[in-house]
């Protein structure tokens, strides 16, 4: 089965703490793996992905095939980070159809 | 130019009543994308448009739910004999063929 896992439903840090948001994946062969983000009252958007291997934002997602994992880190977390972030990817045999995690609440304080 | 644009905004209907969703892709997009994104279930695809091949339909929870796509462009996600386990927003995106997807703002459906 296809399927993305998100296991913390909210993540709590303060400003300047890391982050990281944690994406497990099950799927066989080369998934390709995104991570999204919707800001209070925004879009959902495109944060990365991993076929790009960039950083956005600060933050970096580095895919780990043998513990099927796409987490996302950030060094040094800011108050406007604050959000609902996704993992996805896009299932097998189709053209583009983005199966989601159910995401997870990132709250950054001051 | 425009992102993507759905309508209405909000949605409250009684069980039972039929209601359209509309969808108005970025121009020259030809992949249009119907979501579903509930407080239980997450973020869940529904049905996939790609120009004038035959849609994924896929994803649809039941034959209450049928989408059509006009002209290659504006979408209607129509839900027959709305139940309240159907209320949730409602998220379109569109993309070019293997593009990032961008994503509307959502119509949010409250059955009562």
């Known amino acids: 089965a296809q399927r993305v896992t998100q296991p913390e439903k909210l993540l709590s840090v303060f400003k300047g703490a890391p982050v990281e948001l944690k994406c497990n994946y099950s799927y066989s062969g080369s998934p390709e793996l995104f991570w999204y983000v919707q800001y209070s009252r925004q879009r959902l958007q495109l944060l990365l992905r991993h076929i790009s291997r960039e950083s956005i934002k600060g933050f970096t997602a580095d895919l780990n095939k043998g513990e099927t994992s796409f987490h996302l880190k950030k060094p040094f977390a800011q108050e406007e980070d604050s959000a609902m972030y996704y993992c996805a990817l896009i299932r097998r045999g189709s053209q583009g159809n983005l199966i989601f995690g159910k995401g997870t609440k990132l709250s950054v304080k001051p | 130019g425009a992102g993507v644009s759905q309508s209405p905004s909000n949605k409250v209907t009684e069980k039972g009543k039929d209601v359209e969703l509309r969808c108005d892709p970025i121009?020259?997009?030809?992949?249009l994308y119907w979501y579903r994104q509930s407080l239980g279930q997450g973020l869940e695809f529904l049905i996939y448009?790609?120009?004038?091949?035959?849609?994924?339909k896929s994803g649809l929870p039941s034959d209450r739910f049928s989408a059509e796509r006009t002209g290659g462009s504006v979408s209607t996600l129509t839900i027959q004999r709305t139940q309240q386990e159907d209320s949730a927003v409602y998220l379109c995106?569109?993309?070019?063929?293997?593009?990032?997807?961008?994503f509307g703002p959502g119509t949010r459906l409250t059955v009562l």
């Open positions: 448009f790609q120009g004038n091949s035959a849609p994924d």
């Open positions: 121009s020259g997009h030809t992949a």
């Open positions: 995106a569109s993309s070019r063929p293997g593009g990032e997807q961008f």
